[in-house]
């Protein structure tokens, strides 16, 4: 296939997936059917070659998140907002150009496509209004999206000056030759991807734009948004080859955004802004062991920051789209006022379990394969003070995870007073919740097979062995710790048919 038709396919495949999603109708059902057909059809692009492995394995992340932030939206926007503005249209558009962001076959589709999503989270994190969203926005906008600009600008020249602009633009990215390059333009180029993923000292646009947003933007920016950046250094270094201290560079300040992520979470009282600060410290994370991977290359610290990538992108996608229920219930997001959600929310809340079961690691969810492969890799890393920083980095990830943890899970399965209201949530929502909930365990099976881990093929039988311990731990939780929280605060508070 040539340059010029695979680009074709490509547009025409975005230009119908945002057409579908800009149809308007009162009917859940077809909304929900014309959103699935929307989302899924780039996958049409891999009969006809148009994607790469890089592509297709962040594809394989971010195509089921967005479609179902976006069927999830469906009812968040008319139990928020009662669908006054573009919320449903906003989203969708941006969780697609996202999507066609990792399957764009060249730069200029790339930059085009990015660019898209740049404005449309701008419009998401202003979505609200206000002073305090404006800012957001704005920091979002003008950090974030202006040194996107700067470093797609450097790569251009860097690639015009060796292939001519109209080669740079189009060619596709694995026929692009290796180009080296000095630290100064190396800066230029990684700038806009690492404040993409909020690494300090570029990262203040992150706490403001997830908690201000409304919660399914706040799910995409987190879950996908931030591993756009990861996605970008990957693609980049592909073909330009950076100097080594350019990647130390990025070890270190990424060693520093995982501890200040990690300590300050423990500060925060707002549910969405301790999820913020928990994405930092996690893209941190990541940027250790992708900066890693640059300076000692291997197969199994590659696998390690894309099974990271993927669980922190399942289970924070997941925690802010559960916050638009909290809020649409309870109508507060302070901690210390939520509690006995389960008793609410029973489906929800079994999704909020098993994605904790993620962040904690336990078997067999992909968070548990993350951290492991994580640790395997370091101890086998040929630079000892390297190998140190990653595992202390690692441990220090694991032991704030469980607080944290805990603390998501006490809001829905610790028994307290309820101070607000109680409403009903459909099953709708509910449903969608526990789907994206029960894809970390999905994922952590698939693994397995789909990267051929034979080193790991033992933990096969453990996971297998582990799925009926988490079917006993679901028996624990929905049918004794919910049923007591109900007699606690009284049947008539609960619909009958939970």
Same mark, same amino acid.
């Given at each position: 296939?040539?340059?010029?038709?695979?680009?074709?396919?490509?547009?025409?495949?975005?230009?119908?997936?945002?057409?579908?999603?800009?149809?308007?109708?009162?009917?859940?059902?077809?909304?929900?059917?014309?959103?699935?057909?929307?989302?899924?059809?780039?996958?049409?692009?891999?009969?006809?070659?148009?994607?790469?492995?890089?592509?297709?394995?962040?594809?394989?992340?971010?195509?089921?998140?967005?479609?179902?932030?976006?069927?999830?939206?469906?009812?968040?926007?008319?139990?928020?907002?009662?669908?006054?503005?573009?919320?449903?249209?906003?989203?969708?558009?941006?969780?697609?150009?996202?999507? !066609?962001?990792?399957?764009?076959?060249?730069?200029?589709?790339?930059?085009?496509?990015?660019?898209?999503?740049?404005?449309?989270? %701008?419009?998401?994190?202003?979505?609200?209004?206000?002073?305090?969203?404006?800012?957001?926005?704005?920091?979002?906008?003008?950090?974030?999206?202006?040194?996107?600009?700067?470093?797609?600008?450097?790569?251009?020249?860097?690639?015009?000056?060796?292939?001519?602009?109209?080669?740079? +633009?189009?060619?596709?990215?694995?026929?692009?030759?290796?180009?080296?390059?000095?630290?100064?333009?190396?800066?230029?180029?990684?700038?806009?991807?690492?404040?993409?993923?909020? &690494?300090?000292?570029?990262?203040?646009?992150?706490?403001?734009?997830?908690?201000?947003?409304?919660?399914?933007?706040?799910?995409?920016?987190?879950? +996908?948004?931030?591993?756009?950046?990861? !996605?970008? $250094? +990957?693609?980049?270094?592909?073909?330009?080859?950076? =100097?080594?201290?350019?990647?130390?560079?990025?070890?270190?300040?990424?060693?520093?955004?995982?501890?200040?992520?990690?300590?300050?979470? +423990?500060?925060?009282?707002?549910?969405?802004?301790?999820?913020?600060?928990?994405?930092?410290?996690?893209?941190?994370?990541?940027?250790?062991?992708?900066?890693?991977?640059?300076?000692?290359?291997?197969?199994?610290?590659?696998?390690?920051?894309?099974?990271?990538?993927?669980?922190?992108? *399942?289970?924070?996608?997941?925690?802010?789209?559960?916050?638009?229920?909290?809020? #649409?219930?309870?109508?507060?997001?302070?901690?210390?006022?939520?509690?006995?959600?389960?008793?609410?929310? =029973?489906?929800?809340?079994?999704?909020?379990?098993?994605?904790?079961?993620?962040?904690?690691? #336990?078997?067999?969810?992909?968070?548990?394969?993350?951290?492991?492969?994580?640790?395997?890799?370091?101890?086998?890393?040929?630079?000892? !003070? $390297?190998?140190?920083?990653?595992?202390?980095?690692?441990?220090?990830?694991?032991?704030?995870?469980? #607080?944290?943890? %805990?603390?998501?899970?006490?809001?829905?399965?610790?028994?307290?007073?309820?101070?607000?209201?109680?409403?009903?949530?459909? $099953?709708?929502?509910?449903?969608?919740?526990?789907?994206?909930? &029960?894809?970390?365990?999905?994922?952590?099976?698939?693994?397995?097979?789909?990267?051929? *881990?034979?080193?790991?093929?033992?933990?096969?039988?453990?996971?297998?062995?582990?799925?009926?311990?988490?079917?006993?731990?679901?028996?624990?939780?929905?049918?004794?710790?919910?049923?007591?929280?109900?007699?606690?605060?009284?049947?008539?508070?609960?619909?009958?048919?939970?």
């Amino acid at each position: 296939m040539t340059t010029v038709t695979g680009m074709i396919i490509y547009i025409f495949f975005f230009i119908v997936s945002m057409l579908i999603i800009m149809f308007k109708h009162k009917n859940m059902y077809l909304l929900t059917l014309l959103r699935i057909i929307a989302y899924l059809l780039p996958l049409v692009g891999i009969l006809y070659g148009l994607y790469d492995e890089l592509s297709l394995l962040f594809l394989g992340v971010s195509l089921p998140i967005s479609m179902l932030v976006g069927l999830y939206n469906l009812w968040y926007s008319e139990a928020k907002y009662r669908n006054e503005g573009n919320l449903r249209e906003l989203i969708d558009v941006f969780g697609l150009s996202i999507n !066609y962001s990792f399957a764009a076959p060249n730069l200029v589709l790339l930059i085009s496509v990015w660019t898209i999503s740049e404005i449309t989270g %701008f419009l998401l994190v202003c979505y609200e209004g206000g002073d305090e969203a404006l800012r957001a926005g704005y920091r979002f906008f003008f950090l974030k999206g202006m040194t996107f600009e700067l470093s797609a600008l450097t790569v251009l020249i860097v690639l015009a000056h060796r292939i001519g602009l109209i080669n740079a +633009l189009i060619t596709s990215f694995n026929e692009i030759p290796s180009i080296n390059v000095d630290l100064l333009l190396s800066v230029l180029i990684v700038i806009g991807f690492i404040t993409t993923s909020a &690494i300090v000292p570029l990262h203040f646009w992150l706490p403001h734009a997830h908690s201000i947003a409304p919660s399914t933007a706040s799910a995409l920016l987190s879950g +996908l948004t931030v591993k756009m950046g990861f !996605y970008g $250094l +990957l693609r980049i270094a592909g073909f330009i080859v950076f =100097p080594d201290n350019l990647w130390y560079g990025v070890l270190i300040l990424s060693g520093i955004t995982t501890v200040y992520g990690f300590t300050v979470l +423990l500060t925060q009282h707002d549910i969405k802004r301790m999820l913020a600060y928990s994405t930092m410290g996690n893209t941190g994370l990541i940027g250790v062991l992708l900066s890693i991977n640059m300076l000692y290359p291997s197969p199994l610290m590659f696998y390690s920051v894309i099974i990271n990538i993927y669980a922190h992108a *399942l289970y924070k996608s997941m925690l802010f789209m559960n916050t638009g229920t909290i809020i #649409v219930l309870a109508k507060t997001r302070i901690l210390n006022e939520l509690g006995s959600l389960a008793a609410f929310t =029973p489906y929800s809340s079994l999704g909020v379990l098993f994605t904790v079961l993620s962040i904690f690691g #336990v078997p067999p969810t992909v968070g548990f394969l993350g951290k492991l492969l994580a640790i395997i890799a370091l101890l086998n890393v040929n630079n000892t !003070y $390297l190998a140190i920083i990653g595992l202390v980095l690692v441990a220090y990830s694991i032991l704030i995870s469980i #607080v944290y943890g %805990f603390t998501i899970l006490s809001v829905h399965w610790k028994y307290s007073s309820i101070r607000f209201k109680p409403m009903e949530i459909p $099953l709708y929502p509910q449903f969608i919740e526990l789907l994206l909930g &029960i894809l970390g365990i999905i994922y952590g099976i698939l693994v397995l097979l789909v990267f051929n *881990l034979k080193a790991l093929g033992m933990l096969l039988l453990v996971n297998l062995f582990s799925l009926f311990i988490i079917v006993a731990l679901v028996s624990i939780f929905y049918y004794n710790i919910r049923m007591r929280i109900i007699r606690s605060l009284g049947e008539e508070l609960v619909s009958p048919r939970h």
